[in-house]
């Protein structure tokens, strides 16, 4: 009895294990491409009438997260179209054989480069235990616990997907809001230099004498003080022709 339970849970890992490897998965592919600025990128799938395809996509990083998204069918009609979209899943069932187009546009943007996700899955799942729609008997145990176990780790895949988009986008919006603090951080300390260098040449101004230079003359008058206490009369001295001079 003991060594029982060991067994039944090894059948059991070796059945899930041969299960999930026998198990198709539908067609598709899941993609993360650069979408530069004023261009457009199609991508094409054969599809088969009457099968089901789904197309999931997500702006990762760039402007304003958003992008132009449209699905033709064979003949080149509009089957889905969405303008400026963040994210969007879209589902449809072929109504006839042939090429199907979905292209990403990025025309409305002059500057902005864009990083895009996007999964387009071809067909639906099979189910992953042989006959498992037409059975008219219960699951067993073994079987019930095989298909809980394959769903939570479709879940799990889900939300793994999920997560790694948004790590990757607020990673993105990180780093352009600190290289913009970056900038910003360096044209105000520029600015407090210059201002503080201005305020200083300023006050400088306020505070300088500026005295009138004045030339002095190479030849001057002889200066007579006028504290001298005894001034000498003029004396009239008579020189020929009529005229007199005043000597001191």
């Known amino acids: 009895m003991g060594s029982a339970a060991p067994l039944s849970a090894s059948v059991l890992l070796l059945l899930l294990l041969l299960l999930l490897l026998r198990a198709e998965q539908p067609r598709g592919a899941e993609l993360t491409f650069e979408l530069p600025d004023n261009a457009k990128q199609c991508f094409h799938e054969e599809v088969e009438q009457g099968v089901k ?14 992008v132009d998204c449209y699905v033709e069918d064979p003949q080149g009609n509009t089957i889905y ?17 042939g090429v199907y187009q979905f292209c990403f546009s990025n025309e409305f943007s ?15 799942e099979p189910p992953i235990l042989p006959d498992m729609g037409n059975r008219v008997t219960a699951l067993t145990q ?22 790694r ?25 520029i600015a407090l230099f210059v201002v503080s ?6 006050l400088k101004s306020f505070f ?20 001298s206490s005894s001034p000498r009369s003029p004396r009239r001295v008579a020189q020929g022709g009529g005229r007199t001079m005043l000597l001191w």
């Open 197 to 202: 260098f201005s305020q200083v040449l300023l």
């Open 53 to 66: 395809f789904s197309l999931d996509y997500q702006v990762i990083t760039g402007g304003h997260y958003d």
């Open 110 to 124: 002059t500057f902005s480069h864009k990083t895009v996700y996007f999964d387009f899955q071809v067909g639906d």
């Open 208 to 227: 300088t004498e500026k005295r009138p230079i004045t030339l002095a003359s190479c030849s001057r008058a002889p200066h007579v003080p006028a504290w």
């Open 165 to 189: 988009l948004r790590e990757a986008q607020d990673r993105a919006r990180a780093e352009d809001l600190n290289s913009r603090v970056s900038y910003w951080s360096i044209g105000e300390t």
């Open 142 to 163: 073994m079987e019930s616990a095989c298909v809980t176990i394959h769903e939570a780790l479709k879940t799990v895949i889900d939300s793994q997907t999920h997560y």
């Open 81 to 97: 179209r969405e303008t400026k979209k963040q994210y969007d899943s879209f589902t449809y069932r072929a109504e006839v054989k």
